[in-house]
C-alpha cells in the first residue's frame, strides 16, 4: 500500500512539475528565406550572386559562339585542307573544348563556392541577431518556419528580427 502511494506520489509530482515547466517555455519562429531576402545584406548578397551569375552565363555564351563559329569553320574547309591538316585542327578544336569545358567547371565550383560562404557568413551574423533578440525577450526556442507546421501569428517574430538585423548588420563580405 505503501509503494502505491509513493509510486502515485512520484508520478502526480511529476506531472505537476512537467505542466509548469511546459508553461514557462516561450517560443517562436521566424522565415529565414523572407529575412535572406528582405535584409539589406542579404539584398547585397543576392545581388552579387545574381550579378556573378549572369557574367558566368555571358562567357559561357561566348565561349559556345566562339566553338561552334570553329566547329563551321573547319567543316568548310574539310574539302580544301589535307586529311591530315584536317585531324590536327580537329584535334586542336577538341582539346579547345576541354579546356574550356574545365574552365567552365572551376567557375561554376568557385560560384557554388562562394554562395556557400555567402549564405554561412549571413547565418553566422543571424545566429548573433537571433541569440541577442532572444535573450532580451526571454525567448527559449526559436524555430524555423519551414518546420513549424502550425503556430500562432504572434509567435512569428520574422519582422523583429529583420529590423534588428537591419540595424546591426550593414554588410557582409565574403572572401
Same mark, same amino acid.
Given at each position: 500500500?505503501?509503494?502505491?502511494?509513493?509510486? *502515485?506520489?512520484?508520478?502526480? +509530482? +511529476?506531472l505537476?512539475?512537467?505542466? @509548469?515547466?511546459?508553461?514557462?517555455?516561450?517560443?517562436?519562429?521566424?522565415?529565414?528565406?523572407?529575412?535572406?531576402?528582405?535584409?539589406?545584406?542579404?539584398?547585397?548578397?543576392n545581388?552579387?550572386i545574381?550579378?556573378?551569375?549572369?557574367? /558566368?552565363?555571358?562567357? *559561357?555564351?561566348?565561349i559556345?559562339?566562339?566553338?561552334?563559329?570553329?566547329?563551321?569553320?573547319?567543316?568548310?574547309?574539310?574539302? $580544301? /585542307?589535307s586529311?591530315?591538316?584536317?585531324?590536327?585542327?580537329?584535334?586542336?578544336?577538341?582539346?579547345?573544348?576541354?579546356?574550356?569545358?574545365?574552365?567552365?567547371?572551376?567557375?561554376?565550383?568557385?560560384?557554388?563556392?562562394?554562395?556557400?560562404?555567402?549564405?554561412?557568413?549571413?547565418?553566422?551574423q543571424?545566429?548573433? $541577431?537571433?541569440?541577442? @533578440?532572444?535573450?532580451?525577450?526571454?525567448?527559449?526556442?526559436?524555430?524555423r518556419?519551414?518546420? $513549424? /507546421?502550425?503556430?500562432?501569428?504572434?509567435?512569428?517574430?520574422?519582422?523583429?528580427?529583420?529590423?534588428?538585423?537591419?540595424?546591426s548588420?550593414?554588410?557582409?563580405?565574403?572572401?
Amino acid at each position: 500500500m505503501k509503494k502505491n502511494f509513493l509510486k *502515485f506520489a512520484v508520478i502526480f +509530482c +511529476c506531472l505537476i512539475f512537467f505542466k @509548469y515547466a511546459y508553461a514557462q517555455e516561450k517560443i517562436a519562429f521566424i522565415d529565414l528565406n523572407f529575412i535572406f531576402n528582405n535584409s539589406s545584406a542579404g539584398k547585397e548578397l543576392n545581388k552579387k550572386i545574381e550579378n556573378k551569375t549572369k557574367k /558566368l552565363n555571358s562567357e *559561357f555564351k561566348e565561349i559556345k559562339e566562339k566553338i561552334d563559329n570553329e566547329k563551321q569553320n573547319l567543316s568548310k574547309q574539310k574539302n $580544301v /585542307l589535307s586529311k591530315e591538316e584536317f585531324n590536327k585542327k580537329l584535334v586542336q578544336l577538341e582539346n579547345d573544348i576541354k579546356n574550356h569545358n574545365l574552365s567552365i567547371s572551376k567557375k561554376q565550383d568557385d560560384l557554388a563556392q562562394y554562395k556557400s560562404k555567402a549564405k554561412a557568413e549571413f547565418s553566422n551574423q543571424l545566429k548573433i $541577431v537571433l541569440a541577442e @533578440y532572444s535573450q532580451k525577450n526571454s525567448i527559449d526556442m526559436i524555430f524555423r518556419k519551414e518546420n $513549424v /507546421l502550425i503556430g500562432k501569428n504572434s509567435l512569428d517574430v520574422t519582422n523583429g528580427i529583420l529590423d534588428l538585423f537591419n540595424k546591426s548588420v550593414k554588410k557582409i563580405s565574403v572572401q
